[in-house]
């Protein structure tokens, strides 16, 4: 059961319809999950920014990293150009390699890409090796390019799904969440989803209560991906993923030397889209003030908080290989009474 099912309700902003990233219109999200035999429990999630070419009609965006104990591939040119012109890859940490090949070969085949001969494929990760034997090579490039292929707006499935499999929060089972918020009127309208692959550790807490029973778990790591349709800059871009690490500490994240804490933020708005007229020359560009922000600030921070909730309720026991330990493992979900 998702959190609002259970009445977990973080924040007071309303939800989008979906209470998923995907209710930022033009938003896309696909998964691929990888289950074989007793040992294999991994995956990809892949989002899109829109349905058409990223490559061509780029999207502005912001990396904020708390801690950087990561393997994310594209960063340096995310916060050098402070955009984004492909899918996004989320998988394991040792299929960061292969996915940035399936981002180059879904790209390269996309119409109007025939002369391209560079491109910035956007990866993220965590280390699911508690539960998967994450020395096979799995996914694989052709598994990862299905995730992008059959990603679709709508609702989007959660918990040990995709990048989510294998994955271990709080010493329970971890995965993908999402939720969303919706300003009103008077804030502008605009929407704000956050999708999460959660894999950190703690001292869980539920809309600001402790759990009561800690875990012994503090390394791991977590990816947060934003999407809004508020025409922002990619400077403010930076800013509103900074507010996602408010919506991770609001859930007891230890924050640790291990952790690996990111968040990617980017703006679907079309005013801001950097398609190949506005690139050939001086364009104007529409830019929410400064001042306009803080409720978006508030909205990241919500769903964000939200998403990692809904990444561990939707999340089932699962059975696979713990790697370090070379034995079999069990995760047990959590479950509220």
């Given at each position: 059961?998702?959190?609002?099912?259970?009445?977990?309700?973080?924040?007071?902003?309303?939800?989008?319809p979906?209470?998923?990233?995907?209710?930022?219109a033009?938003?896309?999200?696909?998964?691929?999950?990888?289950?074989?035999?007793?040992?294999?429990?991994?995956?990809?999630?892949?989002?899109?920014?829109?349905?058409?070419?990223?490559?061509?009609?780029?999207?502005?965006?912001?990396?904020?990293v708390?801690?950087?104990?990561?393997?994310?591939?594209?960063?340096?040119?995310?916060?050098?150009?402070?955009?984004?012109?492909t899918?996004?890859?989320?998988?394991?940490?040792?299929?960061?390699?292969?996915?940035?090949?399936?981002?180059?070969c879904?790209?390269?085949?996309?119409?109007?890409?025939?002369?391209?001969?560079?491109?910035?494929?956007?990866?993220?990760?965590?280390?699911?090796?508690?539960?998967?034997?994450?020395?096979?090579?799995?996914?694989?490039?052709?598994?990862?390019?299905?995730?992008?292929?059959?990603?679709?707006?709508?609702?989007?499935?959660?918990?040990?799904?995709?990048?989510?499999?294998?994955?271990?929060?709080?010493?329970?089972?971890?995965g993908?969440?999402?939720s969303?918020?919706?300003?009103?009127?008077?804030?502008g309208?605009?929407?704000?989803?956050?999708?999460?692959?959660?894999?950190?550790g703690g001292?869980?807490?539920?809309?600001?209560?402790?759990?009561?029973?800690?875990?012994?778990?503090?390394?791991?790591?977590?990816?947060?991906?934003?999407?809004?349709?508020?025409?922002?800059?990619?400077r403010?871009?930076?800013?509103?993923?900074?507010?996602?690490?408010?919506?991770?500490?609001?859930?007891?994240?230890?924050?640790?030397?291990?952790?690996?804490?990111?968040?990617?933020?980017?703006?679907?708005?079309?005013?801001?889209?950097?398609?190949?007229?506005?690139?050939?020359?001086?364009?104007?560009?529409?830019?929410?003030?400064?001042?306009?922000?803080?409720?978006?600030?508030?909205?990241?921070?919500?769903?964000?908080?939200?998403?990692?909730?809904?990444?561990?309720?939707?999340?089932?026991?699962?059975?696979?290989?713990?790697?370090?330990?070379?034995?079999?493992?069990?995760?047990?979900?959590?479950r509220?009474?």
């Amino acid at each position: 059961m998702r959190a609002r099912e259970l009445n977990i309700a973080p924040g007071g902003l309303k939800t989008g319809p979906l209470n998923a990233i995907t209710d930022v219109a033009g938003v896309r999200v696909g998964h691929v999950t990888v289950k074989q035999g007793a040992r294999i429990r991994t995956g990809a999630t892949a989002i899109l920014p829109h349905g058409g070419n990223p490559f061509q009609d780029k999207v502005p965006a912001g990396l904020a990293v708390f801690n950087g104990f990561g393997k994310m591939a594209g960063a340096t040119q995310l916060i050098e150009l402070g955009e984004i012109e492909t899918p996004i890859l989320l998988t394991n940490t040792l299929a960061v390699g292969r996915a940035i090949e399936a981002i180059n070969c879904w790209t390269l085949a996309q119409p109007g890409n025939e002369r391209v001969a560079s491109l910035n494929a956007v990866v993220g990760e965590t280390n699911d090796g508690r539960l998967n034997d994450i020395r096979q090579p799995f996914p694989t490039v052709e598994q990862m390019r299905e995730a992008i292929d059959s990603a679709t707006d709508g609702p989007v499935m959660e918990g040990a799904v995709g990048a989510g499999s294998g994955t271990v929060a709080f010493g329970r089972k971890g995965g993908i969440g999402t939720s969303s918020r919706k300003l009103g009127r008077k804030q502008g309208g605009y929407s704000v989803g956050v999708l999460v692959q959660s894999n950190y550790g703690g001292d869980l807490r539920i809309d600001g209560r402790p759990l009561g029973d800690a875990q012994a778990d503090v390394d791991g790591s977590i990816m947060m991906v934003l999407a809004t349709d508020a025409p922002l800059s990619d400077r403010n871009l930076r800013r509103l993923a900074m507010r996602c690490h408010g919506g991770l500490a609001r859930t007891g994240a230890a924050l640790s030397n291990g952790s690996g804490d990111y968040a990617i933020a980017f703006s679907t708005a079309e005013a801001v889209r950097r398609t190949p007229e506005r690139r050939m020359q001086a364009s104007p560009i529409l830019d929410l003030p400064n001042d306009l922000l803080s409720p978006l600030f508030l909205a990241a921070i919500e769903a964000t908080e939200e998403a990692i909730l809904n990444s561990l309720l939707m999340a089932e026991d699962t059975e696979g290989h713990d790697t370090l330990k070379d034995r079999p493992a069990r995760i047990e979900a959590l479950r509220l009474k």
